[in-house]
């Protein structure tokens, strides 16, 4: 889950680390009395959860609270990357000295977390690390040990940080990983870090929280802004379904995720794109649960074939293969390749064909997921 910008950095502030003043507004005369308070030139920035907002005209800068208020009004109510924006943050704007870089990241290449530090703030990290390599530090520590003082402070000196500087730099930096580990967090960002005559302020925030670890920290689900969620998913996780939207043709119903995984980088090496994928779980003995599945994938519009992947165990074929017909019945009928392996597998089939020649839905079954999978993509067109 990832946090609004105005929602990590409270976290943030709560933790020992500076941040300039302001607050949110949701109306454009919200945003010209928070910059009268601020007395002076502010940053407009909308909130929205989407990298790059700078670049999409997402943050702007106002010489005095009308311009604040008329660029509030722009912002409340369009559209950044396809994320409507309902609130904006009113900030000071800040002297600007310099600007670093500072992230803790769960580096799984190494299986350990990083401190990721740079003097080049205010480019994503990514291009600072293409164009400016040597300008990019991490610092790879055992989560058991937690990170040291000491190695902080080497790469630091190292770097020909101003030696000034560099306390505040290892506080800064303490506390990020404070943050990260407390909320378990897979991303913690402050991009640009600003160093002011007064000391350093973190002028962005970002923190990303594990979604698995949601329940041991419940007071960060207040903080999920579901309108930020697709609709499909969100109404997925009401209904308690493994469901995931990519954006392609084809709809993957399997049972098990690494089975739908595996569906997945078949029908792309075929040359098609999988639109979602929902992993049924096991234990399919309830036709009407098959039903719900699959009338939830052709929800996606855009969807033109649905590849239907079950090994069943305890799961049994004919049971899916009911579920089959009462979804083709009762939601949008589109053609379905469906490959039964396992219990009952005949049955299930024995079903289909019967109910394609009775109905005349277009249902391919087919003997191995590489079959399937070139079938789905043959059926969709080619895949977009």
Not at 35 to 64: F, P, S, W, Y
Not at 103 to 118: C, E, F, N, T
Request: charged fraction near 30%.
């Amino acid at each position: 889950m990832r946090l609004h910008e105005y929602q990590a950095k409270r976290i943030f502030e709560e933790h020992g680390i500076s941040i300039p003043k302001g607050r949110v507004a949701e109306t454009s005369e919200e945003a010209r009395e928070i910059a009268k308070e601020l007395g002076g030139e502010v940053v407009v920035k909308a909130q929205v959860l989407v990298g790059g907002r700078g670049k999409a005209g997402g943050i702007k800068k106002a010489e005095n609270p009308d311009e604040a208020g008329k660029i509030a009004d722009g912002l409340i109510g369009s559209y950044i990357k396809g994320h409507k924006v309902e609130k904006v943050l009113v900030e000071e704007a800040l002297d600007i000295k310099a600007e670093y870089y500072v992230g803790y990241v769960i580096d799984k290449s190494r299986k350990r977390p990083a401190l990721i530090l740079s003097r080049r703030g205010g480019m994503n990290v990514e291009e600072i690390a293409e164009k400016y390599p040597d300008d990019v530090i991490r610092i790879h520590f055992d989560p058991l040990w937690g990170l040291r003082d000491y190695q902080v402070r080497k790469v630091l000196y190292e770097a020909n940080f101003d030696s000034n500087e560099i306390p505040e730099l290892l506080k800064i930096a303490k506390n990020l990983c404070t943050i990260a580990f407390k909320f378990e967090a897979e991303l913690t960002e402050i991009n640009p870090l600003i160093l002011t005559d007064a000391g350093f302020v973190a002028a962005d925030a970002r923190l990303n929280i594990d979604d698995n670890s949601l329940y041991r920290n419940p007071e960060l689900l207040k903080l999920r802004d579901a309108t930020e969620v697709d609709e499909l998913e969100r109404e997925a996780v009401l209904k308690g379904l493994n469901y995931v939207r990519i954006g392609g043709d084809i709809g993957i119903v399997a049972n098990g995720a690494g089975l739908a995984m595996a569906t997945m980088d078949l029908i792309q090496l075929m040359g098609g794109r999988p639109a979602n994928f929902l992993d049924t779980g096991g234990g399919l003995s309830d036709p009407q649960k098959m039903r719900m599945c699959l009338e939830h994938v052709v929800r996606d519009e855009n969807v033109k074939v649905v590849f239907v992947n079950i090994f069943a165990e305890i799961t049994r074929c004919e049971k899916v293969a009911e579920g089959i017909v009462l979804a083709m019945d009762t939601s949008r009928r589109i053609p379905h390749v469906v490959k039964l392996a396992g219990t009952n597998e005949e049955l299930g089939k024995q079903l289909l064909r019967e109910f394609a020649e009775r109905s005349g839905a277009e249902i391919y079954l087919v003997d191995s997921i590489e079959e399937g999978a070139k079938k789905a993509v043959e059926v969709a067109g080619g895949g977009v």
